[in-house]
Nanobody, 124 residues
Framework: QVQLVESGGGLVQAGGSLRLSCRAS????????MGWFRQAPGKEREFVAG????????SYADSVKGRFTISRVNAKNTVYLQMNSLKPEDTAVYYC?????????????????WGQGTQVTVSS
């Protein structure tokens, strides 16, 4: 089972940027799709961004398209999320996880194991 540790969150003003990191251990993630998810207070966890194991395919939630970029460095067993033009509605705890692509083409988490996440707070 892969262990995941997220970092890089913080408090930022609207319009600012943050770069989140997700370091995996326990096994290589080089052959796994990986994704970022977030959970805002009182809401269900939702998909944010995903990148295929090869890095050739990406997917983003409509709410973050054009602002967020997911990347990965398999040699470092690490996944990143660059977040630009942040908005107050981006405030949430952000998690990374192993991901899968459903028949519908949408992305979902592929593991019930979640790390501790990293808090992102965007002030207006």
């Amino acid at each position: 089972q892969v262990q995941l540790v997220e970092s890089g969150g913080g408090l930022v003003q609207a319009g600012g940027s943050l770069r989140l990191s997700c370091r995996a251990s326990g096994r290589t993630i080089s052959n796994l799709h990986m994704g970022w998810f977030r959970q805002a207070p009182g809401k269900e966890r939702e998909f944010v961004a995903g990148r295929s194991w090869s890095g050739s395919s990406t997917s983003y939630a409509d709410s973050v398209k054009g602002r967020f970029t997911i990347s990965r460095v398999n040699a470092k067993n690490t996944v990143y999320l660059q977040m630009n033009s942040l908005k107050p509605e981006d405030t949430a705890v952000y998690y990374c996880n192993v991901a899968k692509v459903l028949n519908s083409g949408s992305w979902s988490s592929a593991s019930d194991y979640w790390g501790q996440g990293t808090q992102v707070t965007v002030s207006s």
